[in-house]
């Protein structure tokens, strides 16, 4: 089975906690601090690949972890970062935090890259804390903890050519003669059940060709196998509707598929296309020329009516090439009215200000703010010198200013952050 949505969670490391140690030499009373600081947690990054085609790899994956940082050793050795995990993903794939529905990255190149989930950032051990007052901090940061998120991915196939039709309108058949992809062809409806992508050279450019899985009435409303695809022929430039010109009813078969493009979301309808007559060579000219009149009373004039014969080999160069024209025409009007609008790549935490103090309820304020925040989550609350070294900074930044502008009273609690990384008491 063909899978093209997958949830998956997603786990960056955690940042190694900063230690606390002091130097012991022989001969020496009083050692400085010498704890060293904990090493970064492991990034979670995904890269689009054009090696890989499905999200199947996926299916089994619980959960996706890079390694946590090493914790800060004696002697100011540092802990180790841990290295990022890098997840290959088919081109054409859209991650989704599912948390706000967010759009995390939308891989459309080869080779691109985005840091899915950020690895926590390692804490500073106790060497960093000296200064002239505090000769012997005994205080260290925690490693700060690594993202975990909840993420869907979808793919949707980035191909420039999408083949639409009733199943056996020879949609594969098509895709085997004009690309090196060998799909099973079959005189059976529904013989491709999975999209088969094809790359054909013409007029000096490749040209990626999608053959999806034939459409039938209702596929927009999930009938058939279509509806599951049709999101993946949204990112074509333009579409090939084919249609089997032996049919009884040529327009009756055109009109359900046009029917479903009109119905879907993704505005398919709007494409570019060309309305191909396939297996010619099972039809003389007259009857052929009847098919063509009658398709030219419903098809749009903006869609040329053109004829192949993919077993002999008729017209199939013919009709990449018109496509390619188009293709080539759509590029040269986005370079033109390009506006550089960038897809959002990675999202990041842009906080403005710098923090606010805002009363929860009586005897109870919350502070909030990227870096003490930030402080709040590598800080160890069991540990006195930690907590102190917190009210140090919320002095500095003047957060405890406000506070006291704010009426707070000895014993009234401190939250940072809404998602409370942390509290003190006043
Ligand atoms: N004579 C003749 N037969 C053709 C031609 N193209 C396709 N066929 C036959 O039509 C049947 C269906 O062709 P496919 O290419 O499998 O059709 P499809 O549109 O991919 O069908 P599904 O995958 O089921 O949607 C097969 O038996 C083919 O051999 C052609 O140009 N001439
Ligand atoms: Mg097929």
Redesign the pocket.
């Known amino acids: 089975m063909f899978i093209d949505i997958v949830t998956v969670k997603i786990a960056a490391g955690n940042g190694g906690d900063g230690k606390v140690n002091f130097r012991h030499e022989k001969y020496v009373e009083k050692g400085g601090p010498d704890g060293g600081d904990g090493g970064n947690g492991g990034n979670v990054i995904m890269q689009a690949t054009r090696n890989e085609n499905t999200l199947a790899v996926f299916r089994y994956t619980k959960e996706l972890k890079a390694e946590n940082g090493q914790s800060g050793g004696m002697r100011n050795k540092h802990g180790r970062s841990a290295q990022d995990l890098v997840i290959p993903v088919p081109v054409g794939t859209v991650v989704k935090d599912l948390l706000n529905n967010e759009v995390i990255a939308d891989f459309t190149e080869d080779g691109a890259q985005a840091i899915i989930a950020k690895g926590g950032d390692g804490g500073f051990g106790n060497a960093h804390f000296t200064s002239s007052v505090r000769q012997a901090p005994r205080v260290a940061e925690k490693g700060e903890k690594g993202e975990i998120k909840e993420v869907q991915l979808e793919m949707k196939l980035v191909a420039d050519i999408g083949l639409v039709?009733l199943?056996?309108?020879?949609?594969?058949?098509f895709l085997s003669v004009v690309s090196n992809a060998r799909p099973e062809?079959?005189?059976y409806?529904?013989?491709?059940l999975t999209p088969n992508l094809g790359v054909a050279d013409i007029s000096g450019i490749s040209l990626l060709i999608a053959?999806v899985?034939?459409l039938i009435e209702g596929a927009s409303k999930g009938k058939g196998l279509g509806d599951t695809f049709l999101r993946h022929i949204s990112r074509c430039q333009i579409l090939l509707h084919?249609i089997d010109a032996t049919s009884n009813d040529v327009v009756a078969d055109y009109n359900a598929i046009r029917g479903e493009l009109v119905a879907s979301k993704e505005l398919l309808a709007q494409k570019d296309a060309i309305v191909v007559l396939?297996?010619i060579?099972?039809l003389d000219d007259d009857l052929l020329q009847m098919q063509k009149e009658a398709l030219s009373k419903v098809v749009p004039l903006a869609h040329p009516i053109m004829e192949i014969?993919?077993?002999?080999h008729k017209g199939t160069k013919e009709l990449l090439k018109y496509a390619a024209n188009v293709i080539v025409c759509q590029a040269d009007e986005m370079a033109k009215t390009e506006n550089n609008e960038e897809l959002p790549v990675i999202r990041l935490n842009n906080n403005v200000l710098p923090w606010r103090v805002s009363i929860i309820k009586k005897g109870r304020y919350l502070v909030t703010g990227h870096r003490i925040e930030k402080f709040a989550r590598r800080t160890d609350y069991e540990n006195v010198h930690g907590v102190n070294r917190l009210k140090d900074i919320m002095q500095k930044m003047g957060i405890t200013h406000e506070l006291i502008k704010q009426d707070i009273q000895p014993g009234d609690t401190i939250v940072i952050g809404e998602q409370n990384y942390g509290q003190i008491t006043y």
């Not at 409806?189 to 491709?192: A, E, G, I, L, M």
């Not at 014969?309 to 002999?312: D, K, N």
């Open positions: 039709g199943p056996n309108a020879g949609k594969s058949s062809i079959a005189d409806p529904f013989t491709t053959d899985p034939g084919l396939t297996k060579d099972l014969s993919a077993q002999a």
